[in-house]
């Protein structure tokens, strides 16, 4: 199962290598300049048209993709290297800019499935911009990493609880993390060890290098934003146009963050039963009372026979919660599930988990989990989290439950230490940086803005009063027009500035 987040803000925490604390390490020397193919002298890349990947078709003829070589270790520049899978669309006006750089978060989503998919919501960006996107190291074509087979994950989706309740199923929670754990390490061998957010700022610095830009132009989304800001303290000099949207919390810790999205949700399941004309105390009630049920007895589906667990119960309540749009889904399937079918909840977690309809699943969460796991210090044991529990129950008679449990599962017997309680994201000296929040964002909660802003000491912060996960293309034309003068002009909004 992986966590709610397509960011991984529960146990991020960026890995700054003590070799490369100062911004300095082997990525600052610039080598020529770009000569309009995307090459200069520090390597080449040799764009051709994009070839459909196991998860997305071959996007339009606009769209180029390559394969750029960076190290292994970026601590021995000279030594192993791995290819890095690129994608971009040539800007379409003549005033180009340069190029735009996309993380669409995770860790663990591929940017070159996302890019083309975000052509519509970009095009006025790509009047001046170069979009660029790429799978960072451990993720799709990037040597991304499979820890399960799809059998193995079908077995463990219908046998491991999420919230044990006896001793015999706290043990199968534990041994299916430790498995879990064992099996990217088996696949991942030496890699597992790099592929830390401070190992992909630097293959960032690389890409900026090699498309010729003589600053990092940026976009981070979600997860993205904790890698931005990463970024930012190792290479300030080098920030150009930055914007963070669904920003991450940078100063929590695992307990923090598990937390702070527990209140996130929640505070997106208030809004959603408001809309409805519930009250949202007795409607969050309600839901977890069906869970309850559910986790006791599964309810039957119409999917071959599969059932539905209390585990991708939740995961489909969740899943609706990431966009406005979506909550008559949501609506449609608790209805349905209070009436004893969980056929609607089942597509919506699947739907999340990345399973489709021959049973096959994807690897997003594979990807999330080692990147999180070598990030990530701290390893709560299973009497932390235990004494914890009713703290987050509090939060979240809904969501508690599952993120308190979490944080005792995801790097449990990991196979490699984790390196750093929180990320370092201070950036003195660098451009302004604008930062977006949600007030709304259930998956990276709107204080993580505000702090993300003063932790870098060059944010901006611009606030938008709606729903779901991001602001930008959400439908705020304020949002929009600020971040577009921003990027295309480079005008800076006054601090605090409030999309309503």
């Given at each position: 199962m992986t966590r709610f987040t397509r960011w991984t803000t529960l146990t991020v925490a960026a890995a700054l290598l003590t070799a490369g604390c100062s911004g300095g390490g082997p990525s600052d020397d610039d080598s020529g300049g770009d000569d309009g193919n995307g090459r200069n002298g520090a390597t080449a890349l040799d764009w051709e048209r994009c070839k459909a990947t196991e998860d997305a078709p071959a996007p339009g003829k606009d769209w180029q993709c390559a394969t750029l070589q960076?190290?292994?270790?970026?601590?021995?520049?000279?030594?192993s290297t791995i290819g890095l899978a690129l994608i971009r669309a040539r800007a379409t006006g003549d005033d180009r800019l340069g190029s735009l750089l996309f993380n669409f978060g995770g860790p663990g989503g591929s940017g070159v499935d996302m890019m083309p998919s975000y052509e519509a919501t970009a095009a006025t960006l790509r009047e001046r911009y170069d979009l660029v996107s790429w799978d960072p190291r451990g993720v799709a074509a990037s040597e991304?990493?499979?820890?399960?087979?799809?059998?193995?994950?079908?077995?463990?989706?219908?046998?491991?609880?999420?919230?044990?309740d006896t001793p015999a199923e706290e043990k199968a929670f534990l041994q299916d993390a430790a498995g879990f754990g064992k099996g990217c390490a088996d696949a991942a061998g030496?890699?597992?060890?790099?592929?830390?957010?401070?190992?992909?700022?630097?293959?960032?610095?690389?890409?900026r290098q090699v498309l010729g830009d003589d600053r990092l132009n940026y976009f981070g989304i979600s997860y993205g934003t904790e890698l931005g800001g990463v970024y930012a303290h190792l290479f300030?000099?080098?920030?150009?146009r930055m914007t963070l949207d669904a920003v991450v919390d940078p100063t929590a810790d695992t307990m923090g963050h598990a937390k702070n999205q527990t209140r996130g949700f929640q505070t997106a399941l208030d809004n959603y039963l408001k809309s409805t004309g519930r009250d949202p105390g007795q409607g969050s009630r309600e839901i977890a009372d069906l869970l309850k049920r559910i986790d006791s007895e599964p309810l039957p589906t119409s999917s071959s026979g599969r059932e539905l667990t209390q585990t991708l119960a939740l995961t489909g309540i969740v899943l609706p919660l990431y966009s406005k749009t979506s909550w008559p889904v949501l609506t449609s399937a608790?209805?349905?599930?209070?009436?004893?079918?969980?056929?609607?909840?089942?597509?919506?977690?699947?739907?999340?988990?990345?399973?489709?309809?021959?049973?096959?699943?994807?690897?997003?969460g594979h990807s999330q989990r080692v990147i999180s796991c070598l990030d990530v210090k701290q390893r709560p044991?299973?009497?932390e989290t235990k004494r914890l529990l009713p703290e987050f129950e509090e939060i979240s008679p809904v969501f508690g439950p599952f993120l308190g449990w979490d944080t005792a599962g995801w790097c449990h017997d990991w196979p490699v230490p984790g390196q750093f309680d929180t990320p370092e994201v201070s950036a003195p000296g660098a451009a302004p940086v604008l930062v977006v929040g949600n007030t709304g964002d259930p998956a990276t909660p709107y204080e993580g803005a505000r702090k993300m802003a003063d932790e870098l000491g060059v944010g901006v912060l611009l606030t938008w009063k709606g729903e779901g996960h991001g602001a930008y293309?959400?439908?705020?034309?304020?949002?929009?027009s600020t971040v577009n003068a921003y990027l295309l002009d480079?005008?800076?909004?006054?601090?605090?500035?409030?999309?309503s």
């Open positions: 960076v190290p292994l270790d970026w601590s021995k520049p000279d030594g991304g990493v499979r820890c399960r087979d799809d059998k193995e994950i079908r077995a463990a989706e219908s046998s491991v609880d999420g919230t044990p030496k890699l597992l060890a790099h592929v830390s957010t401070t190992d992909t700022a630097r293959d960032m610095d690389r890409i300030p000099e080098k920030v150009g608790l209805q349905a599930a209070e009436e004893g079918d969980g056929s609607e909840l089942l597509a919506l977690a699947d739907g999340y988990n990345e399973r489709d309809e021959s049973g096959h699943y994807g690897t997003t044991t299973l009497e293309g959400s439908g705020s034309e304020c949002v929009d480079g005008t800076v909004p006054k601090d605090g500035k409030v999309c």
